[in-house]
């Protein structure tokens, strides 16, 4: 069964893995570009209708863990693009922690 978001985009954690639901309604499946770059995941879709016009959707989403790339996954059903982030081994927070002082 899918998940059908109550937003245009939404985020979940769960064990070991952000999943991220799209909700693309009109758009098919060969319409959808997904990539991960630069630690964010970019979601383009374009839909040419038959009168000649084009939609657009474009939206990009940055997780706070690193991801393992190579393990990313994506499906597209019911006009919704679920895509599975996993969590990198030892995937903390990228950059330096900086301590706040008083």
Do not use: C
């Not at 799209?22 to 979601?43: A, I, Q, S, T």
């Not at 040419?48 to 863990?65: D, I, K, L, Y």
């Not at 690193?66 to 030892?90: C, K, Q, W, Y």
Request: no cysteine.
């Amino acid at each position: 069964m899918t998940h059908h978001p109550d937003h245009e985009v939404e985020l979940f954690k769960d064990e070991g893995a952000y999943q991220v639901y799209v909700d693309l309604p009109g758009y098919d499946r060969d319409d959808v570009d997904l990539r991960w770059h630069d630690g964010r995941l970019h979601v383009t879709a374009e839909h040419r209708t038959g009168a000649g016009e084009t939609r657009v959707f474009n939206r990009h989403v940055s997780v706070p863990r690193r991801i393992d790339a190579d393990a990313i996954s994506a499906t597209f059903g019911e006009d919704v693009l679920t895509v599975r982030l996993p969590v990198a081994e030892g995937g903390s927070r990228p950059g330096t922690r900086i301590e706040v002082g008083e």
